[in-house]
């Protein structure tokens, strides 16, 4: 069974930047997108960015383009979140996960999760 462990989240001013990690126990064999969603209290679990393995597609949140950069290190088995000008509206519990679909951004197409990051920005 693939494990993903998050790391990197924390408490940060407006303004400020954050990488978020996400290391697999494994290469996630037939798993082909991997993504970042966040959630806030009360709120369903939203779409951040998404990766394909070989690094060929991304695609992010309209709210977070520009800002958010996903990347991939297949030979670490892992992938980031690289966030910059963070907002107040970015506070949340981002989850990493993984999907076996090569295109994928909707959080029911994701069947491997990671337990999640509370990521705070303060203004």
């Known amino acids: 069974q693939v494990q993903l462990v998050e790391s990197g989240g924390g408490l940060v001013q407006a303004g400020g930047s954050l990488r978020l990690s996400c290391a697999a126990s494994?290469?996630?064999?037939?798993?082909?997108?991997m993504g970042w969603f966040r959630q806030e209290p009360g709120r369903e679990r939203e779409f951040v960015a998404g990766i394909r393995w070989s690094g060929s597609w991304t695609d992010y949140a309209e709210s977070v383009k520009d800002r958010f950069t996903i990347s991939l290190d297949s030979a670490r088995n892992t992938w980031y979140l690289q966030m910059n000008s963070l907002k107040d509206d970015d506070s949340a519990i981002y989850y990493c996960?993984?999907?076996?679909?090569?295109?994928?951004?909707?959080?029911?197409?994701?069947?491997?999760w990671g337990q999640g990051t509370q990521v705070t920005v303060s203004s």
């Open positions: 494994e290469r996630t064999v037939s798993r082909n997108t």
């Open positions: 996960a993984a999907a076996k679909e090569h295109v994928a951004k909707t959080a029911r197409e994701f069947n491997v």
